[in-house]
């Protein structure tokens, strides 16, 4: 009687499967894994000196900041200081909020001795810096009737590089109860941390053009204004 093969009684040759990765590969991954869990960590731990916003409001240690909208991405609008707004000898300090933001102080300063030649300083920021806000506002400015433009000029002034213009509007139709005067307006740019700028209006109104605070005096007063404001510096 001829004796059955192994093959005939059922066995099968058993041959090891290799494994889907290598143990070059396993240590890839796992060095891959690694990485992507460290930069997870140090994203959510990163502190890019955004303020505490609490029930929509921005906490602020103080009522003088100088506060700007950086972003709005990362789940929503991203607010930081800018700086601090001091005080004006000779002229009193309002606070109030932007109307398109709450958390975005803006400052006014109207002067506490009659016939300066002064009708109002304006302090705000904005995100953008400053030759952008500058060129915008020109452009802005310039499809307006009746308004005198001047340069777009960069120098020092009040101890720092301030962009600045000044333009001369024409009387339009009063308000009620308000006389139709002349305005000129020296507008100025500071820049800023995240890539933002603090924007600074001196305007002297009058009867007549001629009877407005000329450039020098605009520009002395942009200077003042400029000293008054403290920045924080890049970390």
């Not at 953008?128 to 802005?140: I, N, P, Q, R």
Request: charged letters at 25%.
């Amino acid at each position: 009687m001829a004796k059955k093969s192994a093959k005939s009684k059922g066995y099968r040759k058993q041959t090891g499967k290799k494994p889907y990765l290598s143990k070059r590969d396993i240590v890839l991954l796992c060095v891959l894994v690694a990485a992507i869990a460290v930069a997870a960590f140090f994203l959510f731990r990163y502190d890019d000196g955004a303020l505490k916003v609490q029930n929509g409001a921005v906490v602020a240690d103080g009522d003088n900041w100088l506060i700007v909208n950086g972003s709005n991405t990362r789940g929503g609008a991203r607010y930081y200081k800018l700086g601090e707004m001091g005080d004006l000898e000779g002229y009193a300090r309002e606070a109030k909020s932007l109307v398109t933001d709450a958390n975005i102080p803006e400052y006014s300063f109207t002067p506490e001795a009659e016939d300066t030649g002064v009708s109002g300083i304006t302090v705000t920021s904005s995100h953008s810096t400053a030759d952008v806000l500058s060129k915008y506002a020109v452009s802005m400015l310039s499809e307006t009737e009746n308004i005198d433009i001047g340069e777009i000029q960069t120098g020092e002034l009040g101890g720092r590089t301030v962009t600045y213009f000044t333009y001369t509007a024409e009387p339009t139709e009063a308000e009620e109860g308000e006389e139709a005067k002349f305005s000129r307006v020296m507008s100025g740019y500071i820049d800023a941390t995240h890539d933002s700028c603090v924007a600074i209006h001196v305007e002297s109104r009058a009867d007549a053009a001629e009877s407005c605070l000329g450039e020098e005096a605009l520009t002395e007063l942009l200077a003042r204004t400029v000293s008054a404001v403290s920045l924080e510096s890049a970390k």
